[in-house]
């Protein structure tokens, strides 16, 4: 299903990430130890009155100078017309009408999707009246919350969600769905445009959402791929000025369509940043994720060798440790077939099931190993467990004291199961849940 997405736009220091973490309900923080990436999450999956849809913040760090905070603000506002459903656009109450909220404003008035003018900080209601001041930015009604106690938001939320579009229907279940996300400039449309080449299919546009992005049909090994949202990629060479916001937007997009990531990054420089912190958010969300090294052919391979490349990727960010990586040149075709191969490898783990004795025999060695510490003198037991679910792979353990399991213990039990049964490319989810004695 394909959920509507809600886009924060907001100069700095007007509470965006406090005001996304209310929307969202509960704050978003990584799970893999990562260094260097931001501890908030860009984008969130929530829901109001039963309606579900996807929040997005812009995140990122800005530039102090007037004239990169005048182009990253507009950026901003012509990304969230262009990819989002609904634009919150956030101001700061005490601050007052700033002239970056004009600028905004200047843009947003033109803009053809919904925009709620949402005044934060707005800390005591009803005496406090100074989100009127902000009827001058002709973006219609200001609406007053305060992000800290979350008053307002809920009203904000009623209003909101009549404006959002009906979710897309379920894609084809033979289908299997293939987005190619990543940071600009290491090649994205290239490897797309030479995996389309190599197959010598004739391609054909079909409009995938209301946001026209536009899906590619590949048959490979009688399976029907779809490449989604070929079109973001054109996109995001053309918005230089702000581009981590819409890598955040289009990823947030992409990902909750996916079945496969495949996350591209140029194999000649260091592993970036950003980098990590996209294929993190798709291994989150639970796609099977592929690392394509783009760029190989310009590696000297005497002092850059693949392995000593996976190796510091799996230091830096550990759930890296599980991803597969392969080492390609988009633009000499190098092993760009094996990467099909790949997607058809990672996808069959996804979708792979565990007979429930199988996982029971694994942990009962597994705890005879290792058995969980007692909690407050009490012995924590491990009684079953069963694969509940694919797509991610997703197996409940039954316990006696499920909330006393510390999470390195349960980090454990993942990695157990990943050693034992491998489950390539795919994050493996464990749920605890309370025994009946």
Not at 10 to 16: A, E, I, L
Not at 98 to 110: F, G, I, M, S
Not at 124 to 141: A, C, I, K, Y
Not at 171 to 185: E, M, Q, S, T, Y
Request: proline share 6%; with cysteine.
């Amino acid at each position: 299903m394909s959920l509507p997405v809600v886009a924060i736009v907001g100069r700095p220091n007007v509470g965006k990430s406090t005001f996304f973490n209310r929307a969202v309900g509960r704050r978003m923080a990584i799970v893999a130890d990562v260094a260097g990436v931001t501890r908030d999450r860009n984008f969130a999956r929530s829901d109001w009155t039963g309606v579900p849809f996807f929040v997005v913040d812009t995140g990122g760090v800005v530039e102090d100078a007037d004239e990169a905070m005048d182009r990253l603000v507009r950026g901003q506002a012509y990304t969230a017309m262009e990819e989002a459903d609904v634009i919150l656009f956030l101001v700061d109450a005490k601050a007052g009408v700033q002239p970056l909220d004009q600028k905004l404003a200047e843009v947003l008035r033109k803009s053809p999707k919904p925009v709620l003018l949402v005044a934060n900080k707005v800390d005591n209601l009803p005496d406090d009246t100074s989100h009127l001041d902000f009827w001058e930015l002709g973006v219609g009604e200001p609406h007053p919350v305060s992000s800290i106690s979350a008053r307002g938001i809920g009203d904000l939320f009623d209003v909101m969600v009549p404006l959002l579009p009906e979710p897309g229907p379920p894609p084809d279940a033979g289908d299997l769905r293939v987005a190619v996300i990543g940071k600009p400039n290491v090649g994205k449309s290239s490897l797309v445009n030479r995996l389309f080449g190599e197959e010598r299919m004739v391609v054909s546009e079909e409009a995938g959402t209301t946001r026209d992005a536009v899906d590619l049909p590949l048959k490979y090994h009688g399976r029907n791929l779809i490449f989604v949202d070929t079109a973001g990629l054109r996109r995001q060479a053309r918005i230089a000025d702000s581009v981590e916001y819409y890598s955040a937007l289009r990823t947030s997009r992409v990902v909750r369509a996916a079945d496969v990531c495949l996350v591209l990054v140029d194999a000649s420089e260091e592993l970036h940043v950003q980098d990590i912190k996209v294929a993190e958010e798709a291994w989150e969300a639970g796609c099977g994720v592929i690392m394509v090294c783009n760029k190989w052919d310009l590696v000297e391979k005497e002092t850059q060798t693949a392995a000593h490349f996976q190796k510091k990727a799996g230091e830096r960010a550990p759930f890296l440790a599980s991803v597969p990586f392969i080492f390609v040149s988009a633009l000499s075709g190098l092993r760009v077939r094996k990467v099909l191969d790949l997607v058809l490898e990672v996808d069959e783990a996804r979708k792979r099931r565990i007979d429930t004795h199988e996982v029971n025999e694994v942990l009962e060695a597994m705890v005879r190993r290792q058995p969980p510490p007692h909690a407050r003198g009490r012995a924590v037991k491990l009684k079953y467990a069963t694969q509940a679910d694919v797509e991610p792979p997703t197996f409940v353990v039954f316990s006696n004291l499920p909330k006393e399991i510390p999470a390195h213990y349960e980090r454990y039990i993942v990695n157990t199961f990943r050693r034992t049964w491998g489950f390539k490319g795919c994050p493996i989810r464990v749920r605890l849940r309370k025994s009946s004695e």
